[in-house]
């Protein structure tokens, strides 16, 4: 064996986490260091790096409203013949002041981003795109069955419906995805969640239609130990839905929410869905006019409208072995830990 050789340094796997800075980003990227990846952090240039901090981190600036200088940034970024194996692409938006914008966020910067990997010459060997259950839309919501991956999606929602359109470019762009559809994403620094727990914590639990609603929930920790499992294990080409495999009602997610927070007394409200719409409607008005997108829209009064949540994760467990490890119960009891830490509650 030559000298040369005996000193050869294996590299380790190079992966780019596009939307590091947003609040399931801030786990992967924290995941990836504790596998030992060579870490790098795709993030705008106004993005806080609050929870990005660790010194082992690379990053990299993307300016998406100038798609014209994103194959710049990557060919400057690594040195020529080298490129990422693994991107995991997390960036995108869940509201917006104007439906338009989640087109332009969640598929247009995409489409940008795809056509910069191939003028750069740095397409990876695996690229993960987060995805949601919401591009699956309401489709079991008569028969209570779980989703799957074989169900025809048919998204009700502006924010369903870009996201579909992603994982299909995905597809006709011949790129080497592996796709996961995220159930909702709940942990500390989440403000979406948060807002309910916030509720409870005054006595007061809101929720909505007079039809049972069956919830499923990840952790967003899990999540990310999902994205490498799944980088590591799987093939590409491979779409899955990814959930805690329990479900639950929203009495029982209220029973374990007011424990964790030491409440006794909880008063549940339940909202008509034509009073939700109404207040959703006025809520997104009153977003416009301020220009920061309201928690609570018309697309969002979709997504809680809906009935039937659960969902298949047999697909996952069996071709990375998906097992998630927090509970709702133990998970709200972090978050809630968290927000108390941090003075949110």
Not at 186 to 211: C, H, N, Q, T
Request: hydrophobic share 40%; charged share 25%.
């Amino acid at each position: 064996m030559t000298e040369t050789t005996d000193k050869q340094i294996i590299r380790r796997q190079r992966v780019l986490i596009v939307g590091a800075g947003g609040f399931a980003g801030g786990f992967i990227v924290e995941e990836a260091l504790r596998r030992g990846l060579e870490v790098w952090a795709g993030v705008r240039a106004t993005t806080s790096r609050r929870y990005l901090s660790d010194k082992r981190i690379r990053f990299v600036e993307f300016d998406f409203d100038n798609p014209g200088s994103l194959a710049a940034t990557m060919t400057a970024s690594l040195p020529e013949g080298e490129s990422w194996d693994w991107i995991v692409y997390n960036l995108g938006a869940t509201k917006c002041l104007r439906f338009a914008d989640f087109n332009r966020i969640n598929y247009e910067y995409l489409r940008d981003f795809l056509a910069a990997l191939k003028t750069s010459g740095k397409m990876p060997g695996k690229f993960l795109y987060i995805s949601s259950l919401s591009a699956v839309g309401p489709m079991e919501e008569r028969t209570g069955l779980p989703i799957t991956e074989r169900t025809i999606p048919q998204p009700n929602t502006r924010y369903g419906a870009s996201k579909l359109k992603a994982e299909m470019l995905l597809q006709m762009e011949g790129i080497p995805y592996i796709i996961l559809r995220a159930t909702g994403i709940y942990g500390p620094r989440d403000r979406d969640y948060f807002l309910m727990f916030e509720s409870i914590a005054k006595g007061w639990d809101f929720s909505v239609g007079y039809r049972r609603q069956t919830l499923t929930f990840l952790y967003v920790e899990d999540l990310a130990r999902a994205v490498f499992d799944a980088l590591e294990k799987s093939p590409v080409g491979e779409t899955y839905n990814v959930a805690h495999p329990a479900a639950y009602s929203q009495a029982e997610f209220r029973k374990l929410a007011a424990k964790a927070l030491g409440k006794k007394l909880v008063v549940p409200v339940r909202v008509p869905l034509i009073g939700l719409r109404i207040v959703s409607a006025i809520a997104e008005k009153i977003g416009v006019a301020k220009g920061k997108p309201s928690t609570l829209n018309r697309d969002k009064y979709n997504i809680m409208a809906q009935r039937n949540w659960s969902v298949d994760v047999g697909k996952a467990e069996a071709a990375f072995g998906f097992a998630p490890a927090v509970d709702l119960a133990e998970g709200i009891e972090k978050s809630v830990e968290w927000y108390k830490s941090e003075g949110w509650l």
